[in-house]
């Protein structure tokens, strides 16, 4: 599944600079500099989801209002993708008959991400499918 794909950080960071512009704002200096730094690494786009705080920590130079923004934006995207993702297990499992079987799932996004995982359980299960899912071992 690729819809994973759609949480990336650059994507996110784009996202924000987007969501900022159809408000009529401006994107700040240190609002540009901490998205250009959320492309370095998937924990902050994490950590962002999570709290408020935790964008405030990451990026002390940002203001709360643009914390609030970024977070809400991380948020709603990561949120998306789980559900969009987990719409592709269900297709599959109604594919099958809706059989129950176990889902093998391998990424980064899914085993780090703060609530992916359990963003893509809850929505398999507000679909009413029966598919497990699990971490992948090589």
Same mark, same amino acid.
Do not use: Y
């Given at each position: 599944m690729r819809e994973e794909a759609v949480v990336s950080t650059q994507s996110t960071g784009d996202l924000v600079r987007l969501e900022l512009l159809s408000r009529g704002k401006?994107?700040?200096?240190?609002?540009?500099?901490?998205?250009?730094?959320?492309?370095? *690494? *998937?924990e902050v786009v994490s950590d962002c989801c999570?709290?408020? *705080?935790?964008?405030a920590a990451h990026f002390p130079t940002v203001s709360e209002a643009d914390s609030v923004l970024v977070h809400e934006v991380c948020s709603a995207v990561s949120d998306r993708a789980a559900m969009l993702a987990a719409a592709g297990v269900v297709a599959i499992w109604k594919k099958r008959?809706? @059989?129950?079987? @176990?889902?093998?799932?391998? *990424?980064? @996004?899914?085993i780090k991400h703060s609530?992916?995982?359990?963003?893509?359980?809850?929505?398999?299960?507000?679909?009413?499918?029966? @598919?497990?899912?699990?971490?992948a071992t090589d």
């Amino acid at each position: 599944m690729r819809e994973e794909a759609v949480v990336s950080t650059q994507s996110t960071g784009d996202l924000v600079r987007l969501e900022l512009l159809s408000r009529g704002k401006s994107c700040s200096d240190a609002l540009r500099a901490a998205l250009a730094d959320v492309a370095i *690494g *998937g924990e902050v786009v994490s950590d962002c989801c999570e709290s408020v *705080g935790k964008v405030a920590a990451h990026f002390p130079t940002v203001s709360e209002a643009d914390s609030v923004l970024v977070h809400e934006v991380c948020s709603a995207v990561s949120d998306r993708a789980a559900m969009l993702a987990a719409a592709g297990v269900v297709a599959i499992w109604k594919k099958r008959g809706k @059989v129950p079987f @176990v889902a093998a799932v391998d *990424g980064s @996004v899914f085993i780090k991400h703060s609530t992916f995982a359990s963003k893509m359980r809850e929505t398999i299960a507000l679909l009413g499918c029966n @598919v497990t899912l699990e971490i992948a071992t090589d």
